[in-house]
């Protein structure tokens, strides 16, 4: 049971460079969110997915663009990196109810780590 | 006023004692409560869920849901150091697509 996973975990790219973080869920979930996370922030959302094809902006979207062309991928550019944009990535996902899923529950992948010098 | 408050601690416990862990949200359209637990350098793992008011008890972990006072709360009996940890609480709304994270609460258990 992979569950979700995130690449590469660690980054390190130049100021202009775009970067693509990759998330991969083998669930089948609907629900797909990038978050970053940031000391005295928490956990901001930057895009969510409700569905391949189906995506949204959230919290903090500037700077990033997502796309959903199948259920299990949910990747996340940054088109061109910022220092502002150095931070721990979350991918997540979720499922309404189900099975072995608690109800409207968030699982999260390991996080990518990206430096932006 | 942020939608999901929490203190941000930190919060020191000895060994052995029970911590309690408190969060306030503004929304009274809610529907399911989260406390999860995030280890420094790790992602946050689910440790509750509450849908109801009440309490409800999980091993150690007793989370406390009132909607009327718009509270919920963790408590960890028996706290060890390996539960020291960010642990955050989670709110989703009624019809809503996100959960909202609240900020956190550090916890440092003492040997």
């Known amino acids: 049971d992979a569950g979700i996973t995130q690449s590469p975990r660690y980054k390190i790219t130049e100021t202009g460079r775009q970067v693509t973080l990759m998330c991969h869920q083998t669930?089948?979930?609907?629900?797909m969110f990038w978050y970053r996370q940031d000391l005295g922030h928490g956990l901001r959302l930057i895009y969510y997915?409700?569905?391949?094809?189906?995506?949204d902006k959230g919290e903090v979207p500037d700077g990033y663009v997502v796309s959903r062309s199948k259920t299990e991928n949910f990747p996340l550019t940054l088109e061109s990196a910022t220092r502002s944009q150095t931070s721990v990535y979350f991918c997540?996902?979720?499922?309404?109810?189900?099975?072995?899923?608690?109800?409207?529950?968030?699982?999260f992948g390991p996080g990518t780590r990206l430096t932006v010098l | 006023q942020k939608e999901v408050e929490q203190n941000s601690g930190p919060l020191s416990v000895p060994e052995g004692a029970i911590a309690s862990l408190n969060c306030t949200y503004s929304?009274?359209?809610?529907?399911?409560f989260f406390w999860y637990r995030q280890y420094s350098g790790k992602s946050p793992e689910l440790i509750m869920s509450?849908?109801?008011?009440g309490d409800k008890e999980d091993g150690r972990f007793t989370a406390q849901l009132n909607k009327a006072s718009q509270y919920v709360s963790l408590l960890i009996r028996d706290s060890q150091p390996s539960d020291s940890a960010t642990y955050l609480c989670?709110?989703?709304?009624?019809?809503?697509?996100?959960?909202?994270f609240g900020a956190g609460t550090r916890l440092f258990v003492k040997a």
């Open positions: 997915s409700a569905a391949a094809d189906i995506t």
């Open positions: 929304d009274r359209v809610s529907q399911s």
């Open positions: 989670a709110v989703k709304y009624t019809g809503g697509f996100k959960t909202i």
């Open positions: 669930w089948s979930h609907s629900y």
């Open positions: 997540a996902s979720r499922l309404t109810s189900g099975g072995a899923f608690r109800r409207d529950t968030q699982y």
């Open positions: 509450i849908y109801s008011n």
